[in-house]
């Protein structure tokens, strides 16, 4: 089938808007002075879009939506924002032709409207799959938690009865109430000469299953919880010295473990459940440096959790030696000037205010895809792809070539 004349350049824009997007975060959370990143406030908000733009006509979120693209939950779970970048820019000739074939309007964004979009493509696997009853059952009582407590008719009266917390869906109460009392149960473990249990996998996603199905709820109520936001999440831990002993990619202390290093891809409820089997570590960490163990409510706790979920998917700096070759490979320099060198055809990225605002740039040169396209079928440019992290290494040399032109 016969491409759109504005299929190259619609599709380069893609490129360009997400390598500008993910620069205004790296610029916005890099400095030695702020260590914020421009987090989403309510990472939901994009599931109308999703529906409005027209993405659900190709992709499906859990096998809900059309299947014949990829499916966004899946894509989203292994991939970090730029990797994701990469390979959708790799398919997205046949993912256009697509679009045309099905008479699908190519939708334009707002810089806001982007922003949200991206905040609901990497919140789809926030929520991991239920716990199993039968099996929480047993890791109550092989984690020690019958020891001290019971849920419904089963324990000692003389121990503190856990069926308040099933009524909570949400693993955030859950956690929120292990993580705000385990100074006193672990006080109260050492006197009876009992091992901090850890919680690894979906254990205590079990665990939840099984309070909320053995606990004895006396009118019915069952509470949800609000989805945590990340931006509030990231205020809580700077406010609460998070990052005295925990760095994201480098920035904050050394005596504990990188945030922004972890490979792994991890839930709510695995997260939770670290948090907890770290608790008395940290906890003595915190009496030798003069710190106060901290307390949440259940919003800051979901608020926090979201943020050490979301900074699973952003990427340390790249190579900006290995981005500035590439600039040259992948053809940019055929259309931008930087450093005093490439062609004026589009805007010289060097004088550009895309470093303070590139999420507008991206919108901007979005949605006047079809006037500058004409630029690039012109030179008849060979299609660029990107592997690995070629994507990350180029954005780092756009953002430092940036910075010194300044």
């Known amino acids: 089938m016969k491409k759109s004349k504005n299929t190259p350049f619609i599709l380069l824009v893609i490129l360009l808007g997400v390598i500008f997007t993910y620069g205004i975060l790296i610029s916005l959370g890099a400095s030695e002075e702020s260590e914020t990143y ?3 406030e309510d ?15 190709c992709h499906s ?11 966004l939950a899946q894509m989203s779970k292994k991939q970090n924002l730029l990797q994701l970048a990469g390979l959708l820019w790799s398919h997205s000739p046949k993912m256009i032709e697509i679009m045309q074939e099905r008479g699908v309007t190519r939708p334009t964004f707002t810089p806001q409207e982007m922003g949200d979009l991206m905040g609901y493509v990497y919140y789809f696997n926030y929520f991991d799959q239920p716990g199993n009853f039968i099996e929480g059952e047993k890791l109550f009582l092989e984690k020690g938690c019958a020891e ?6 089963n324990g000692g009266k003389d121990k503190i009865s856990l069926d308040d917390y099933g009524k909570y869906i949400s ?11 385990s100074p006193e149960i672990l006080s109260g473990m050492n006197r009876q000469g009992l091992k901090q249990p850890e919680f690894k996998g979906q254990e205590l996603a079990h665990l939840l299953a099984y309070l909320r199905g053995a606990a004895i709820n006396q009118n019915g109520e069952i509470i949800y919880a609000e989805p945590g936001s990340p931006k509030r999440g990231q205020d809580i831990f700077k406010q609460n010295k998070c990052n005295m002993c925990h760095a994201v990619w480098d920035k904050g ?25 770290h608790s008395g570590h940290m906890w003595e960490e915190m009496k030798k440096i003069g710190l106060s163990f901290p307390v949440f409510s259940p919003k800051e706790m979901a608020d926090l959790i979201s943020f050490l979920y979301f900074i699973q998917f952003y990427d340390e700096e790249g190579d900006p030696k290995e981005g500035k070759k590439l600039f040259r490979e ?3 320099i055929f259309c931008h000037a930087l450093e005093g060198e490439g062609e004026n055809v589009g805007p010289d990225l060097g004088e550009s205010e895309a470093h303070f605002s590139p999420i507008f740039l991206a919108s901007a040169m979005w949605n006047h895809a079809v006037v500058m396209e004409d630029m690039l079928e012109e030179k ?20 430092k070539a940036t910075e010194i032109s300044k």
């Open 148 to 153: 001290c407590h019971f849920v419904g008719e």
């Open 38 to 40: 421009p987090f989403p």
């Open 253 to 277: 202390g050394r005596k504990a473990s990188d945030l922004g290093r972890r490979e792994l891809r991890l839930p709510l409820t695995e997260i939770a459940g670290k948090l907890w089997s």
């Open 61 to 71: 979120i859990w096998g809900v939506g059309d299947p014949l693209g990829p499916d």
């Open 380 to 399: 008849d440019l060979a299609w660029p792809r990107f592997s690995g992290n070629e994507m990350r290494d180029l954005v780092s040399y756009i953002k």
């Open 43 to 57: 990472p939901l908000k994009g599931r109308k879009l999703f529906v409005s733009k027209g993405c659900i006509k």
């Open 171 to 181: 693993p955030s109460f859950l956690a929120t109430g292990l993580w705000n009392h």
């Open 330 to 332: 992948k053809t940019c």
